[in-house]
Nanobody, 125 residues
Framework: QVQLVESGGGLVQTGGSLRLSCVAS????????MGWFRQGPGKERELVAY????????DYADSLRDRFTLSRDNSKNTVELRANSLKPEDTAVYYC??????????????????WGQGTRVTVSS
């Protein structure tokens, strides 16, 4: 049974930082590219960042690349998203997801095979 378990969300003030973690089990982690998505109140789910199977290539949503950093550790089956200079508009549920390389468009949620349950981030103004 594949499981992706996120942690690290919470309440943070504007300008603060967070580190979100996702631990994967039940799959061959190195076979999957990993993405972090978010879904804010009344908004569609959007890709924040993506890394390839080895973590050698990372891509970000253009509006977020200056404040978010994605990394993965294949020895620990983990992927981490660091967020700095947080803004109220970053308030969302953040999800990690696993995608087989070549399976559709990495920017599209339905290209991902497995999802975590999400971790909520609230940025207060």
């Amino acid at each position: 049974q594949v499981q992706l378990v996120e942690s690290g969300g919470g309440l943070v003030q504007t300008g603060g930082s967070l580190r979100l973690s996702c631990v994967a089990s039940g799959l061959i982690f190195e076979d999957y590219g990993m993405g972090w998505f978010r879904q804010g109140p009344g908004k569609e789910r959007e890709l924040v960042a993506y890394t390839n199977v080895m973590g050698t290539v990372t891509d970000y949503a253009d509006s977020l690349r200056d404040r978010f950093t994605l990394s993965r550790d294949n020895s620990k089956n983990t992927v981490e998203l660091r967020a700095n200079s947080l803004k109220p508009e970053d308030t969302a549920v953040y999800y990690c997801a696993a995608r087989k390389p070549g399976n559709g468009d990495l920017w599209t949620a339905n290209s991902y095979s497995f999802w975590g349950q999400g971790t909520r981030v609230t940025v207060s103004s």
